[in-house]
Structures are given as structure tokens and as C-alpha cells.
């Protein structure tokens, strides 16, 4: 075998591929939705409310598993999120836009919940946090040649969005078939249980999942809403936000993930929630174009802070329970996922501060939920109910 071809290695091209096509459709989205179909926060909320449903039908990943492996699987949701991705421009209408977005986010969220499977079984557990972060990192780089390829293609070249749409697409499906061909089947470490499995003893991790999930459709749908409705942010301008949120995740995240390991998951958590509740205050009442960027921006940071998540998991965890407890984690996380953007569609018609603040509240609660995770968490000590302050 030759050296490069690795797990890790996999991971890393993985971690590429999918934001090449999730970043370009990202990018483009609300400008596509309001010039070319003209959308309204609520058709946007429905939008994004479909978007989320495979993500909270995430458990089918894991019955998939009894016909294929992980690896495969993997790589055919990278292939699906390709192909949505490559067919959003062509169909313009709201029916047609929501048709393509379920396809894009079928492969977006099945590859997600094996990605973070995989991921927390080849890496070892004293340098998974920093491996994650330097995911993220490579991540953040794919997604900044996306959009760079936005801004450059539609201020220099002017081509059209569908144009965009279809090469970000097909480049991660080329990626996706350069693995398959490339690498070897690697095989699992531990067979993993290929049944849904609810554990008591993890619910502190999916009640954090839950309100993860929802804090994170509040910025997904209605921070990058926000820039194009209140403040005319123009798809260049989209493009550039996008850009300095992947220079900043490709510069720190790997530095967000060895302080993770330095200061422990209690403490990351911590600091990332009382972060999400400054900025989402500040939302609500922003009226500087520059002040929101740069709350974009920081809000867009703190997202690596939630590394920790997945490294408290990974030490509580029965190591056969990562793909199951994967997909179980996804579903949960999706379940506000699935509801609030559409009701918060028609919130933001009567007060769009009110979206943002209920997101500040979302973050209280997280936080309380961070204070009960432990200072060394492993099996056996999932949850300290007792002991609030830092060790």
C-alpha cells in the first residue's frame, strides 16, 4: 500500500470534497432564491426546514449499514451531494428548488453522520480534538477555493449561478470517485452495532446535540438572511463573508482543537456558549453592516468550539455504539432542525430581532447543559450533576 494511502488521509480528502459543493450552494443560496424565484423568509424557511429532513431521518444511515460498509456509504453520499448540488440551477421554481435541495442534503447529512463515525474511530482519543480540528481546517480550505471560485466567477467572468451550481457539484463528484478508485477498504477497528441504539447514560451528549441543533439553524437560515435583506449584501458580498469565515476556521480551527484538548470539553463548551449568547443578542439589534459581518464571522468561529461534542462522546462511548450513536445524534440534532425554520420564517415576517433573541435563549440553556459535563469524562462518569465549578 503506499504510504499516502491512509484512513486519515481518506478523511482529509472527504472533509475537502463535501464543502466544494455545499460551499457553492450555500453561497449562491439566498441571492439564487430571491432573483430567480423570489423568495420570501417563509418560502426560505420551508426550504430549509426540507433541507433538514434527511438530516433528522439520519438514523437510515446506520440500516444501511447491513448492505454496505461505512466507507462506501460514505462516498455515495458524497456522490449524491454532487449530482443536488450540480442540478440546483437548473430548476429556478420553488417546487423544483425544494426537490433539489432534499437530494443535495440526503448525501450532505448521510455523509456527515459517517464522516463523525469514522472520524472517531481511526483517530485515537488523546489527538482526536486536534485531528478534528485540522479537518475543519481542510474543510475550510476546500470551501475557501468555493468561494473564491463564486466571487471571481460572478464579478470577473460573470458567469451565471447555474454555471457555479454545476461545477461545484461535479468537482466533488470527480473527488468522490478519485477515493473510491484510490483507496483500499480499510478495515474497522470494531464492528459496530448496526441497529438504532438509545443509551441513558448518553443523554447529557444528545441534549447538548439538540440545542446544537437548533442554535445552528438560526444562523444558517436567518444571520445570512438578515445580511442580504436588512443590509443589501449583494452575492459578491455573500462570497467574501464566506471567504474570510474559511480563511479564519483554515487559520484556527486546528488551534481551537489542541486548546480543546489543553482546556477539556466542560470548559470549550463553556466558552462557546456564553460566545453564542453575546453574539446572538447583538444580532437582534445591529445596525451597522460591518458590525453584523463581523458577528457573522465570530459566530461562524465559535462553531469549532463544538469539536468538543464529538470528544466527550468519543470518551464516554462504547466504541461499537460510534455509527449508531452517529446517526441517533443526528437525528436528534435535527429535530428543531426540522420545525423552527419554517415558524421562525413567520416570526422574522413580524420582528426579526425576536429570532435572534430566542437564540440567545437557546444558548442559556446550553450553557447550563455544558456546566454538567465532567472535567474528565469517560464511562461510568458521563454527567456531573454535583460539581459546577472548574476543577
Known sequence: MSSWRKPHILLFIMAAAMPISFGVWQALLNNFVIEQAAFTGVEIGILQSLREIPGFLAFGAVLLLVFMKEQTLALSSLLLLGIGTALTGYFPTEIGLYCTTVLMSIGFHYYETINQSLSLQWFDKQHAAHKLGQMKAVGAFA?????????????????????????????????????????????????????????????????????????????????????????????????????????????????????????????????????????????????????????????????????AQKTYFQKIADPKDMAPTAGVAFSINHIAAVVLPAIYGLIWLVSPAAVFLTGAAMGVISLFLARMVPANPESGNEVNLIRWRSR
Open 143 to 307: 470551501g475557501l477555493l468555493s468561494f473564491a471560485l463564486v466571487w471571481l466567477s460572478i464579478d470577473i467572468l460573470k458567469l451565471e449561478m447555474k454555471t457555479l451550481y454545476l461545477i461545484g457539484g461535479c468537482v466533488t463528484v470527480a473527488m468522490a470517485v478519485f477515493c473510491w478508485q484510490a483507496f483500499p477498504h480499510f478495515p474497522a477497528k470494531v464492528e459496530q452495532h448496526k441497529k438504532l441504539i438509545l443509551r441513558k447514560r448518553y443523554w447529557l451528549y444528545y441534549a447538548l446535540t439538540f440545542m446544537g441543533g437548533a442554535r445552528r439553524q438560526i444562523f444558517v437560515v436567518f444571520a445570512g438572511f438578515l445580511m442580504v435583506e436588512k443590509f443589501n449584501f449583494d452575492v459578491s458580498d455573500i462570497a467574501v463573508l464566506f471567504l474570510i469565515n474559511g480563511f479564519m476556521s483554515m487559520i484556527f480551527a486546528p488551534k481551537i482543537g489542541k486548546l480543546i484538548g489543553y482546556w477539556g470539553d466542560r470548559r470549550s463548551l463553556t466558552v462557546e456558549y456564553i460566545g453564542l449568547i453575546a453574539v446572538f443578542t447583538a444580532y437582534a439589534f445591529v445596525e451597522s453592516a460591518w458590525i453584523a459581518a463581523g458577528l457573522y464571522v465570530l459566530d461562524h468561529l465559535l462553531f469549532s468550539m463544538a469539536i
